[in-house]
């Protein structure tokens, strides 16, 4: 019987898909991968992605998953417990507090776009936006940034999400994935309907899905490899925590790769839905933020309906984006609640006060490019994503893991285990070198370079 210190199991065989999938949704590919995948080809591009999820991050978050699931605590206690386990350092539970940190630093990025999400939706719902020229869309997100109280937003944003951590991820994830996450795919498919009514379907076709492989270079392969790496959240925690809620008897790593299956068929309707709209009122696909809050918008609010359709569509990803939010600060909750037994809803309000903390610091004196310097930041992720690899394929027994992993048949083990024992350390070191020095592959190509 489960004492009040281990975490209750969810009692649905998919609620674990539907977590990681809400909120890897909710970690910013849906936002990038529209202009990554015209910007690099499409096809090349694309192609890079998905095998970089199968053969690198799905192996990844697999091992946390099945880390959580072995330890049944807390990220620091569950690699404590693994440690003494397999004879090991207890120093490997200092990982635990590395994927803490780092899921609070993603956190307090993803607040910003959490916020300018609702905000769009807003903005659009009110109509002021109706058939504005794209020099006022521009100044109207100019003012918006100059005049909005964000301190005081961003601490509304925070009072519902601590909120919903102190209901535990039992509770909220399983909220989000069963409701929020059924109801942000029909608003998806709405959104598809619209678009392929009103967007130009040809021309978004040849930039999404071009096949220009003379494009495949190192630039490319390497844009797909990190929009991978980063889309799943592996190396923050996450897998550590929701492996800890999972049935006894359910298979890890085919849940871990339907979370991906789902994460990616989302990305790309949120491509066919967004690229459409922006080349039939004629706007540039750019690259970045302005893609999704000035860009974006424009094309929303120049079409017939489309104040509607694009407040439906930011509020969707403003959902999806709290999900994420949930995840990221689980891990710091758990570690509070488990290894310093502190209440649940006085940790929950310690991390969302910590969190305000950080961006009112950040908002007035704090240089936000030396606080969350963000090549720094993905190398740390990266190197989390490593020290995992070593830790569950180097340092623990395989019947160890094989024990956790007994409802996967034998073939899948193995190809699971060599890609997590031989292959991802090798390209997380190649990925951590590419982002200390972005010109250390520069010499190798397959192909001519790409414009």
């Known amino acids: 019987m489960l004492d009040d210190h281990v975490p209750k199991i969810w009692q649905g065989q998919t609620t674990l898909v539907f977590a990681l999938a809400s909120a890897a949704m909710g970690l910013g590919n849906i936002l990038r991968l529209p202009y990554l995948m015209g910007e690099h080809g499409g096809a090349p591009f694309f192609l890079a992605y998905v095998l970089t999820l199968l053969v690198a991050v799905v192996p990844i978050l697999s091992a ?7 330890g049944r605590g807390s990220p620091v206690g569950a690699l404590r417990w693994a440690s003494d386990q397999s004879g090991r350092s207890f120093l490997w539970s200092w990982l635990g507090w590395v994927q803490v940190a780092l899921g609070l630093l993603v956190a307090v990025e993803l607040l910003d776009v959490t916020l300018w999400l609702f905000d ?87 930039y999404l899905f071009a096949r220009h492989f003379h494009q495949l270079d190192v630039e490319t392969v390497m844009a797909g490899c990190l929009s991978a790496l980063y889309t799943l959240g592996a190396g923050l925690g996450i897998g550590l925590c929701f492996g800890a809620r999972t049935p006894r008897q359910l298979p890890l ?55 509607f359709y694009g407040s439906v569509y930011f509020v969707t990803l403003g959902v999806v984006s709290i999900a994420a939010l949930i995840a990221l600060v ?12 502190w209440s649940r809803s006085i940790a929950a309000a310690v991390v969302g006060g910590t969190l305000w903390c950080i961006t009112v610091l950040r908002d ?18 990266v190197l989390s994503m490593l020290a995992v690899c070593v830790f569950v394929a180097w340092a623990m027994p395989r019947p160890l893991v094989r024990g956790e992993l007994y409802r996967e048949p034998r073939w899948l083990f193995l190809i699971w285990w060599g890609l997590l024992r031989y292959w991802v350390p090798v390209f997380a070191l190649m990925m951590g070198v590419y982002l200390l020095v972005p010109t250390a592959f520069s010499g190798f190509g397959w192909g001519s370079m790409g414009p």
């Open 364 to 381: 007035g004196w704090l240089d936000r490019g030396l606080l969350l310097a963000s090549r720094s930041l993905d190398l740390a992720i």
């Open 330 to 341: 689980e891990p710091a909750i758990m570690v509070l609640r488990r290894d310093f037994m």
């Open 64 to 70: 946390e998953v099945m880390l959580g699931s072995h």
């Open 120 to 206: 769009r939706a807003q903005v659009l719902h009110s109509g002021v936006l109706a058939s504005a020229s794209a020099q006022e869309v521009v100044d109207q997100f100019i003012a918006s940034h100059r005049e909005m109280p964000r301190t005081l937003w961003f601490g509304f944003i925070l009072l519902i999400l601590t909120a919903l951590a102190s209901l535990g991820p039992q509770y909220a994830m399983a909220i989000i994935g069963w409701l929020a996450l059924p109801a942000a795919f029909l608003a998806m498919v709405g959104l598809v309907d619209f678009s392929l009514e009103r967007g130009d379907l040809q021309s978004a076709w040849e």
């Open 253 to 307: 790593l085919r849940a871990v790769c339907a979370a991906a299956l789902i994460d990616t068929l989302f990305a790309l309707l949120a491509a066919v839905i967004v690229v459409p709209l922006l080349f039939a009122t004629n706007t540039a696909v750019i690259e970045g933020m302005a893609l999704v809050f000035v860009a974006t918008p424009y094309a929303f609010a120049n079409l017939s309906q489309g104040e």
